[in-house]
Antibody, heavy 121, light 110 residues
């Protein structure tokens, strides 16, 4: 069974940093591009970042470019999102998701349960 | 790239059928057969209901079906049940990042 489990969310002050992790199991992690998708309170889904199978290629939404860094450790089956210079508008539930056709940018199939990031002083 | 266009809300009575539309362009919905639909219950993660326009993952009831015509994809739920009340999102392969989502549709079962 495919499972994705995020962790690392919490309350952070504006300008602060946070590192999200996503532990994957039930599939060959290194065979899939992976995504971070966020959902602000009461809003829709936004594709924030993506990373290729071996981590050699990455994508960032303009809203987070230069502030967030996506990475992966295929030996640990784990996806990361390092978030810096956080702004109130970054407050959202962050979901880890798997590309449905391996190499992206296809719609995701499996999603984690999400981790809430609150940016407030 | 702009978000795909979905109606903000739809409603139907138990047993009826409802259809949710998702309109894009020939660069996303119309250009590829890679449209997915997700159901999101309150406080929960999105769940895949339809992929590749019309394919159902294992475990999804056959009351859920997907189709596409031109630049518009559709999700049809037949035999509406109370537990179908949720937000529904479409998503399309766009040729290059980012993956594009629709704005979401709130389904109310009357």
């Amino acid at each position: 069974e495919v499972q994705l489990e995020e962790s690392g969310g919490g309350l952070v002050q504006p300008g602060g940093s946070l590192r999200l992790s996503c532990a994957a199991s039930g599939f060959i992690f290194s065979n899939y591009a992976m995504y971070w998708v966020r959902q602000a309170p009461g809003k829709g889904l936004e594709h924030v970042s993506a990373i290729s199978l071996n981590g050699g290629s990455t994508y960032y939404a303009n809203s987070v470019k230069g502030r967030f860094t996506i990475s992966r450790d295929n030996s640990k089956n784990t996806l990361y999102l390092q978030m810096g210079s956080l702004r109130p508008e970054d407050m959202a539930v962050y979901y880890c998701a798997r590309d449905s056709h391996n190499s992206g940018p296809y719609p995701p199939d499996y999603w984690g349960q999400g981790t809430l990031v609150t940016v407030s002083s | 790239q702009s978000a795909l266009t979905q109606p903000r809300s739809v409603s139907g009575s138990p047993g009826q059928s409802v259809t949710i539309s998702c309109t894009g362009t020939n660069s996303d919905v119309g250009g590829y057969n890679y449209v997915s639909w997700y159901q999101q219950l309150p406080g929960k993660a999105p769940k895949l209901m339809i992929y590749d326009v019309s394919k159902r993952p294992s475990g999804v009831p056959d009351r859920f079906s997907g189709s596409k015509s031109g630049n518009t994809a559709s999700l049809t739920i037949s035999g509406l049940q109370a537990e179908d009340e949720a937000d529904y999102y479409c998503c399309s392969y766009p040729g290059s990042y980012p993956v594009i989502f629709g704005g979401g549709t709130k389904l109310t079962v009357l």
